[in-house]
């Protein structure tokens, strides 16, 4: 896989870019967004000052002007890029990649993503193709900017409720440490809160259970209520439950969407192509217009906007806002479930009584293989299980293939930023999951490489 993704860039620094790409990112993008006013910020990982150096170079080369957060939050650059009025922005970050790899994520105006649909292919195109334009007659200028307290005023005033709470919160040496005392104030205990791009205590991402070991062993240690952890770059957050167990992110969607429910009821709702059952039918008993879409943040806050949802999320832990500038923020998504797990708490019921009538299906979770013929090992899975089990109830196709039946549901897609082609299955007994996944894998087979 390339450095140019479905949504963003992302890669091994060194290996599948260099300072000379991210510096052609700079001289091209302006002229091909039509901007000259610029705000960037960037994570902690250990190449982003470099990085963030030769970025300003370019861009200013092209006339723009950079206004600078320095280290920053995902979700912060979107909200300031919206409420401040910039032309574009740029997030220096790999999110939950390793420590070797850093990338970056661009925002047009009203923080909507440049992705392949709008603007990456063509940015590709030029940034490899090897010509650069003429520099700007105007070199642009750079000059700092401090946005967090204003950001942290913003979060505060959300009304999030959770005193009664204890609660763990892991920031994976990530951003999240900027922010995370002030936030949520001083009775909760607090993990890996200095942002380090070694990451030394674990990966910056969430959904790698040995990344949620320490959290879960400090939960059930201290008995307390929850805890939570955040990626590297703060726009994706996760739980663990009063028992340390894992919350699959997607059970978490009807639970962020009542609050705004409670407002508005009958609003429509995102989620993604892997979403489970349970959560479908949660959001419908709850009111809801459930909405699906695409897997990955680019397809989401247009799918936002364009179905006029109230909030949404994806079961990789992204969580959206009409709000927040039709973006996902996970220290608001944070501050949402904290708040819904408190109110829980007063009627005595804990956290995971809360997402037990959601999390009502055996899954296997997103399993993914590494295949060379992707698109003739999906059709192979497809006729499979056709041949198995009849015509679907339905079959959506505007992400891989999900195919679903009565007693259960399939999702393949072909990965946005990695070399996999994933696979998740769920049925309303173990039994049947298990069989339906076999018979997927025994379609696989000819065609594998590896699982991953």
Request: proline fraction near 6%.
């Amino acid at each position: 896989m390339g450095f140019f993704k479905a949504y963003d860039m992302r890669g091994v620094f060194g290996k599948d870019f260099t300072l000379d790409t991210v510096y052609r990112v700079g001289r091209w993008l302006p002229s091909l967004l039509r901007a000259r006013r610029f705000l960037i910020g960037r994570d902690m990982r250990l190449t982003s000052p470099a990085i963030r150096n030769v970025l300003c170079d370019g861009l200013t080369d092209a006339g723009a002007d950079v206004d600078d957060m320095g280290l920053s939050s995902t979700p912060m650059v979107y909200y300031f890029t919206e409420t401040k009025h910039y032309d574009a922005s740029v997030q220096i970050t790999a999110s939950h990649n390793p420590p070797d790899n850093n990338g970056m994520k661009v925002s047009m105006r009203h923080a909507l993503p440049m992705g392949a649909d709008s603007g990456m292919k063509e940015l590709e195109s030029r940034v490899l193709g090897g010509l650069l334009l003429e520099p700007a007659p105007r070199k642009g200028v750079v000059r700092s900017v401090a946005y967090l307290p204003e950001f942290l005023d913003y979060l505060r005033g959300q009304g999030a409720a959770f005193g009664n709470l204890s609660f763990a919160v892991d920031c994976s040496d990530g951003v999240a440490g900027l922010f995370a005392h002030e936030l949520f104030g001083a009775n909760a205990v607090y993990l890996n809160d200095t942002p380090d791009g070694r990451f030394p205590h674990h990966s910056p991402n969430p959904l790698d259970p040995a990344s949620r070991v320490q959290l879960a062993e400090t939960v059930r240690k201290r008995k307390l209520d929850c805890g939570v952890i955040f990626d590297g770059d703060a726009d994706r957050v996760m739980f663990v439950d009063e028992h340390g167990d894992f919350i699959q992110p997607d059970y978490l969607i009807p639970v962020i969407a009542r609050r705004f429910l409670a407002a508005e009821p009958g609003a429509a709702v995102i989620h993604d192509i892997r979403t489970s059952r349970g959560v479908i039918e949660a959001l419908a008993r709850d009111g809801a217009k459930p909405v699906i879409g695409r897997v990955g943040h680019a397809f989401a806050k247009v799918l936002l906007r364009k179905s006029k949802a109230v909030c949404g999320g994806e079961l990789a832990g992204h969580y959206y806002f009409r709000d927040f500038c039709f973006c996902d923020s996970g220290e608001l998504a944070a501050l949402t479930v904290l708040s819904a797990v408190a109110a829980a708490k007063k009627r005595r019921v804990p956290f995971s009584r809360l997402v037990k009538p959601i999390a009502k299906y055996a899954t296997t979770g997103e399993c993914n293989f590494t295949i060379e013929s992707k698109d003739e090992a999906l059709a192979a899975a497809v006729a499979a299980v056709k041949e198995a089990y009849g015509k679907p109830l339905s079959s959506i196709t505007i992400d891989g293939v999900r195919l679903e039946y009565p007693h259960g549901w399939l999702n393949i897609r072909k990965s946005n930023t990695e070399p996999y082609l994933r696979l998740l299955v769920e049925a309303d007994t173990a039994k049947r999951r298990d069989k339906l996944y076999q018979t997927i894998v025994n379609a696989f087979t000819p065609f594998l490489a590896k699982p991953c």
